[in-house]
């Protein structure tokens, strides 16, 4: 630590899920596609793998911005992309979100926001979430409010606002800046992207990690009016110009193209949903309503860390979060039927 600056001493940094070698794991922490990536994106990275690999990629990824221009019913000026959507959103912290009066978003979300809030010296105030872990956009409404983070599904709950709540939240809000984190709303949440037109205030951030299978790509990308996307290419290019290689841009392009594909994925893992959903309720858990690809569930008689830790004795991996009000909650990822199976029976054999 010789040699480290205050800023780095300080720091407080974020904890990706396990990613562990063990053998015939059950992985279902870190909400990863338990389906492949489509075989049209597949096929056209590979395409991609070229001697045009020895030139840099184009700063602006304009093949992909005007593909999820097109896909969204937007303008290229409407779409810009990054090297996953912790990068965006990074981006939009520091050009959206620091003011002088302080960053809202509930007491129970993505623990990435108070890191890059922490990172950036964003003065930040949680609202909490109300008993049934949902977001009450009532409670938002105060005199002191610089800027709005909210996911929406939230994570790790996967609880889902309605797009009316958040064009309430947007009206309520209009002279200051609102990022909604759409990371998991394609598996049944209402995208707040018909917005955008009505409210310069809105900036919608997304990702190829989940619904798309390509967590390994890391691709992510925002949209909203021409006057935020430009605030965070200005970071962008004061941070790393090329941010998506050739072979990603290819990759991004041809899933968004495979639109058959990508329903077919996710009805598949939404069915599975509301079979672990059911299975888990049979063995006594309490399940919140989720929009999601994971659920969130906690058990009547049992013990959040205790559970995790009986599960990993079993090669299942699902996530638990050390932190007030959730404690008892497993995030657990929607897998294949198969991995599912497997862990009932690891929580049969535990509840036993």
Do not use: C
């Amino acid at each position: 630590m010789e040699f480290w600056s205050e800023t780095a001493k300080a720091l407080s940094p974020y904890t990706p899920g396990e990613q562990p070698s063990i053998q015939g794991l059950v992985k279902l922490n870190t909400n990863e596609s338990p389906l492949p990536p489509s075989p049209r994106a597949l096929a056209a990275m590979r395409e991609a793998a070229n001697d045009s690999l020895r030139l840099y990629p184009t700063p602006e990824s304009d093949a992909l911005r005007e593909t999820l221009a097109r896909y969204h019913g937007l303008r290229a000026e409407n779409v810009f992309v990054g090297n996953g959507s912790d990068e965006v959103l990074a981006h939009a912290f520091i050009a959206l979100l620091k003011h002088e009066k302080p960053l809202l978003f509930p007491d129970v979300t993505y623990s990435f926001y108070p890191v890059w809030a922490q990172l950036y010296d964003i003065a930040t105030e949680t609202i909490p979430l109300d008993a049934d872990m949902r977001v009450r956009i009532e409670d938002y409404r105060r005199n002191r409010v610089g800027a709005i983070v909210l996911a929406n599904p939230n994570a790790p709950t996967g609880v889902a606002l309605s797009r009316a709540a958040i064009a309430q939240m947007l009206s309520d809000h209009a002279d200051i800046p609102v990022v909604v984190d759409e990371a998991y709303v394609d598996f049944g949440g209402e995208s707040a992207v018909p917005l955008i037109a009505s409210h310069p205030n809105l900036l919608v951030v997304r990702t190829f990690s989940k619904s798309r299978a390509l967590a390994g790509l890391r691709v992510g990308y925002s949209l909203g009016q021409p006057s935020l996307i430009e605030a965070l290419s200005r970071v962008k290019n004061s941070f790393n110009s090329y941010p998506l290689g050739r072979l990603a841009v290819a990759g991004a392009v041809a899933s968004v193209e495979d639109e058959a594909y990508f329903q077919q994925s996710l009805a598949t893992i939404v069915t599975e949903r509301e079979n672990a959903t059911a299975r888990l309720e049979e063995l006594g858990f309490e399940i919140l309503p989720s929009s999601a690809n994971f659920i969130f569930a906690r058990h009547k008689s049992a013990k959040g860390a205790e559970l995790a830790r009986a599960l990993r004795e079993r090669a299942v991996l699902v996530r638990h979060f050390n932190a007030p009000r959730i404690e008892d909650f497993l995030r657990i990822t929607i897998g294949t039927a198969e991995q599912t199976e497997k862990l009932v029976a690891a929580l049969r054999e535990i509840l036993a």
